[in-house]
C-alpha cells in the first residue's frame, strides 16, 4: 500500500488558516489523494480529494505539489468547529479497495 | 436521504454472546464497508461489498467475524462468540464508485464486552 505521513498533531488559532501537510512519497500515477476528519464522538467525514490538480471546495482547498509526493489541505479561516483528526488517505488504483486511514492529524482550535 | 444509518449505536454484551450489528447504505450506492476502530489500532477496514458480493475480508480479524449483505439496502456484521477484546467502535459507510467519489460514513455502534 502507498503509505501517507502526517504530524500528530497541531495548533491553529481560531479564524486564521490552517495548512495541514500530507506526505505520500510512494504515490502511484492513478491513486487519488482524499481527505477526511473526524469530530470526537462522530464518523469520519468527507473533506475533499484531487489527483493532479489543486481543488477548491466550500469546506476546503487542496493543493498538490507538482510530483504529487506530498499534499496540504488548507482550511481558510479555523473554526473551534473545525478540531478534529484528519486523515490524507490514498485510494490504490489496483482493484482492490485500498482505503487505510493512518493515525492522521489531530488538530486543535484555540479560541 | 438520511445518510448511513447504523443500529444499535450501543452495545453492552457478555463475553461469549452473538453480536450483530446492523447497517443501511445510503439508497444507489453500490459500495458498503465495515471498519472498526480502537485506540490501539486506530480506523481498520474489515471487509467491503460491490453490489452485495463481498470482495475483500482480508480485514476480518479472525473466524468469529462475518458480514452479510443480503441486499442492497442492508448489512449484518455479526461476531459470535464476542470476547472483551472486540470491544470498538463499528463504522459502516457506503459510498458510488470508489476512488473518485466520498464515501459516507454511519455515526457508528459502540460495542463493549464484558
Known amino acids: 500500500d502507498a503509505k501517507t505521513t502526517q504530524p500528530n498533531s497541531m495548533e491553529s488559532n481560531e479564524e486564521e488558516p490552517v495548512h495541514l501537510p500530507c506526505n505520500h512519497s510512494?504515490?502511484?500515477?492513478?491513486?487519488?489523494i482524499h481527505w477526511y476528519r473526524q469530530l470526537p464522538s462522530q464518523g469520519p467525514e468527507y473533506v475533499i480529494h484531487?489527483?493532479?490538480s489543486n481543488v477548491n471546495n466550500r469546506m476546503a482547498s487542496l493543493a498538490i505539489a507538482e510530483d504529487r509526493k506530498s499534499s496540504t489541505l488548507i482550511l481558510h479561516r479555523a473554526t473551534l468547529r473545525d478540531a478534529a483528526v484528519y486523515y490524507c488517505i490514498l485510494y490504490s488504483g489496483a482493484g482492490s479497495y485500498q482505503l487505510t486511514f493512518g493515525k492522521g492529524t489531530k488538530l486543535s482550535v484555540i479560541p | 436521504d438520511a445518510g448511513v444509518i447504523q443500529s444499535p449505536r450501543h452495545e453492552v454484551t457478555e463475553m461469549g454472546q452473538e453480536v450483530t450489528l446492523r447497517c443501511k447504505p445510503i439508497?444507489?450506492?453500490?459500495?458498503l464497508f465495515w471498519y472498526r476502530q480502537t485506540m490501539m489500532r486506530g480506523l481498520e477496514l474489515l471487509i467491503y461489498?460491490?453490489?452485495?458480493?463481498?470482495?475483500?475480508d482480508s480485514g476480518m480479524p479472525e473466524d468469529r467475524f462475518s458480514a452479510k449483505m443480503p441486499n442492497a439496502s442492508f448489512s449484518t456484521l455479526k461476531i459470535q462468540p464476542s470476547e472483551p477484546r472486540d470491544s470498538a467502535v463499528y463504522f459502516c459507510a457506503s459510498s458510488y464508485h470508489m476512488m473518485n467519489t466520498e464515501a459516507f460514513f454511519g455515526q457508528g455502534t459502540r460495542l463493549t464486552v464484558v
Open positions: 439508497s444507489g450506492h453500490d459500495y
Open positions: 461489498f460491490n453490489n452485495n458480493v463481498p470482495i475483500d
Open positions: 484531487g489527483l493532479t
Open positions: 510512494t504515490i502511484s500515477g492513478t491513486d487519488y
